[in-house]
């Protein structure tokens, strides 16, 4: 009984609230149309709704073609009341659709996945299908018809800056992995050798150097003056310092280290793909990077990011492709929120929550950078710099070093969000 009364006092506080959006519509002189659109790949579910559940159209498929947009794009106009389109931000799925009709001056609301899956999961039974997803988005459309926001248009740097970030971070967990294996290789054919050499930036001395000599056995088998010899001319060659100290190293590491590997073909080989492999990944790094940079030299920011403190020729396109333009955050709380380092308020009847942790529902992209750029800040310790004196106020309150350095980014944020807007407005 408990369980029917709630229901249908759910259900009546639900008409209510349709009914108070039909009655401000009404007075307006129009009734609100929702298309639900469940986009997936290749291909979207429409369903077109009035108030109250009335299907004016019932779910059917289009594909991302111009062709089938434009037929959908005539059906929308040809209702005269006030209509807009309501999806599921996907990621990349959803844009062809979004582009087309936004282009078509059709009024689209990207909604947050997160939001539609809760309000798409309060059914009991949670039966999903493609047309029952559109059904649900085109009621989601209807019930929050007045927070609907039109998805903004972006610009198309922006854009192409955050596809080469991605594309960046890619390409660096592969290079992490091709160093990881590499790291094996040599422990088991040259044990200890990277605590003598190593690469250090755009420096491969360890990698060229194990690819020319490939196992202890061929240094031993050289012997200790054809060996010195042969390793002096390989670092002239090479522009590294001339050292026959450090071959006298080299050579000792390889008359008591214990490889475990033996000196075949296909050691050789293994060793010498891992190390190409490498160099590979790491022109293919700096080539996107380059992009980015060349992209960032045309918006009028970027100079302004690059005057912030530990913040040089790899940080700042980065951060600027994560944040995007900064002009579309209202203020610089939606910035903190969008970045997910935001403590959302929690209460309730007497209690109120003093300790809250960050939200971590945002651009988990932009907290990685971020925190890299908190990590740069800590090792040059700039002098009159706002962020980093704060992460060291919140040391000495008691708070630990990545606490503090969360409350840094939020500092940064703050910081970065009133130059640039600063900017703009006197330009």
């Known amino acids: 009984m408990f369980t029917a009364a709630f229901a249908s006092l759910t259900k009546m506080n639900f008409n ?5 959006n039909i009655t401000k519509y009404q007075k307006e002189g129009f009734i609100m149309i929702s298309v639900g659109i469940d986009v997936s790949k290749g291909k979207s579910t429409v369903c077109i709704m009035k108030p109250c559940g009335e299907i004016l159209e019932s779910p059917f498929d289009i594909g991302h073609t111009a062709d089938e947009l434009d037929s959908l794009i005539s059906l929308i106009k040809s209702f005269d009341e006030e209509t807009r389109v309501v999806m599921e931000d996907t990621g990349h799925y959803h844009l062809p659709v979004a582009t087309y009709l936004s282009s078509h001056n059709i009024f689209v609301c990207c909604v947050n996945a997160l939001r539609m899956k809760k309000f798409c999961s309060q059914s009991i039974r949670r039966a999903k299908t493609d047309k029952i997803d559109s059904i649900k988005i085109a009621s989601f459309g209807i019930t929050y018809w007045n927070e609907l926001v039109k998805a903004y248009p972006s610009n198309v740097i922006y854009d192409e800056l955050k596809f080469l970030a991605r594309q960046y971070y ?21 044990p200890k050798i990277n605590d003598v050499l190593s690469n250090q930036g755009e420096n491969h001395k360890l990698t060229e150097f194990v690819s020319r000599y490939i196992h202890f056995q061929n240094i031993l088998d050289m012997g200790e003056m054809k060996f010195t010899s042969d390793y002096c001319k390989w670092a002239k060659k090479k522009g590294y310092r001339l050292n026959e100290r450090k071959a006298a190293e080299i050579l000792a590491l390889a008359q008591n280290g214990i490889p475990t590997l033996p000196n075949s073909q296909s050691v050789k080989i293994a060793v010498s793909e891992a190390v190409k492999l490498i160099h590979s990944i790491e022109e293919s790094r700096n080539t996107i990077l380059a992009q980015m940079q060349d992209l960032c030299n045309t918006l009028p920011e970027y100079s302004v990011v690059k005057e912030m403190d530990c913040i040089g020729d790899t940080l700042a396109p980065r951060i600027i492709a994560e944040i995007g333009d900064v002009r579309r955050f209202k203020n610089k709380h939606s910035l903190i ?5 935001d403590a959302p308020p929690y209460q309730s009847g007497a209690f109120h929550a003093s300790e809250r942790h960050i939200s971590k529902r945002g651009n988990s992209y932009l907290r990685k950078t971020g925190y890299e750029i908190m990590q740069s800040l800590i090792k040059h310790k700039p002098a009159d710099n706002a962020v980093y004196d704060f992460i060291q106020k919140k040391r000495s309150e008691g ?10 980014l939020n500092k940064f944020l703050r910081v970065y969000y009133g130059k640039v807007m600063e900017f703009y407005s006197e330009h």
Do not use: P, R
């Open 337 to 341: 929120a969008y970045a997910g380092i």
């Open 16 to 20: 209510k609230l349709l009914s108070g």
């Open 170 to 190: 890619q390409v660096t967990g592969m290079l992490v992995k091709s160093k990881v294996n590499f790291s094996n290789l040599i422990d088991q054919v040259m």
């Open 399 to 408: 708070k630990c070093g990545k606490e503090a350095m969360i409350a840094g």
